[in-house]
DNA sequence: GCTTTTATAGTACAGCGGTACTATGAAAAC
DNA sequence: GTTTTCATAGTACCGCTGTACTATAAAAGC
């Protein structure tokens, strides 16, 4: 046989594959050709490493969700202040936002893929569901400690603070994918949202023009 | 010829078939044979109405953003004290949350499209930049009202506090929709942030558990 | 009353998408 | 060295989808 390779590796790279195509074109022309042709494949290696595409389908969506876990540990683990629940709430802003192109890529093609599940029932409940509980858990306990520490008011209800916080950059970061918003907008909207969690006399510096694109 | 018939009713009947289908499979699911038989006529009766797909996706995107349009006047205007900004904002809650059925038909099959504007430039311009910004530029037109009224504070951005408004709006709505959260839970979390928006002491009364669903 | 228009149905066709089947060369196994 | 296994390619098939073409009965028009 030819040289053993890393099918871990191969399903990574096509899945890769898919991601790409679904940003560029929609999770609608995802197609085992198209895939495979972004891969630099045949078709029929597609379906060897993938029987079918249900699982290639459900294959992509493990490998964006391991990967998004995987970045926003790294700059969990990469602040300075690991302690300071504003330094911890601004990286999930800077995380959350399709600020970059892969950021763009991800939340687009996650986007996608939760329209999916809304009426896939088999689909959604693993990432759609548990993962973003894990997440609003994970800013709650952020948000109690703060409270703890007299950084944020007493009287906030941090895990409905923790849902504002994740529905908030889920939707601001949606008007940026529909082109209503520039990143920038909204990543003044998430700051001037941690300015009021916090309390701050001063909102912060505004981006150039209106928060919506020009009419 | 047979009974002449309203064809800009007929277009109407076709377009709800569509939604219908939509939001019970899926907007991939939306085939020219699909909508005929929800809507209980030929396949080729359709095409008589919609030379092409493109034309009665375009329409029915168009149909349901009037339809919206014009519930959302309708419950402006059926508000008690239209003056009153706290009341405005309780009724956007009310219309953009997906509470009832209908609501929940509106806003999955709205995402959809949404989501398919986002790799399909020429599909997005009208209605998911133009469509919000004239809602924002709405609300923040009741928050200037509220702030010179002295309802709101007056070191608020107002037209921040609007986009905050409508993307926490659209966040939450999603995580209904993906089944994250009841629409009780969403509810919630809206009027906690009105409770904030108006610097309210105490909080509104939580629904029954945690704002997500169970781990 | 004849002709034209209109709302409707049926059917056909070409393209694409997922999947299955067959082939093949090359490395591993023994 | 032979046999088996593995990674790869090519191709064929069936179903579905959008679209076009033809037919037809019934009301309008005049």
Redesign the interface.
Known sequence: MPKRVDHAQRRAHIADALVRVA???????VTMRAVAAEAGMSLNLVQYYFDTKAQLMHAALQHLEQQSHERWSARLESLEDPGSARACLEAFVDEALPVDADSHTFR?VW??Y???????AEL?EQP???G??RL??QLTHILATAQAAGEIAA?L?V??E???L???????G??V?????SAA?AR??ML??LS?LFND?T?PE?PGQ????A?
Do not use: I, K
Request: net charge neutral; no cysteine.
């Open positions: 940003a560029r074109d929609g999770l609608h022309a687009l986007t996608s939760a329209v999916l599940a809304m009426t896939d959604a759609f569901v548990e973003p509980n609003e858990r009287y209800d895990s409905a923790a849902a504002r994740l529905s908030l950059s889920h939707g601001v949606t008007s994918l529909v082109g209503q918003r907008q003044y909207v001037y949202h009021r006399p909102p505004a209106h928060l919506a694109a009419s």
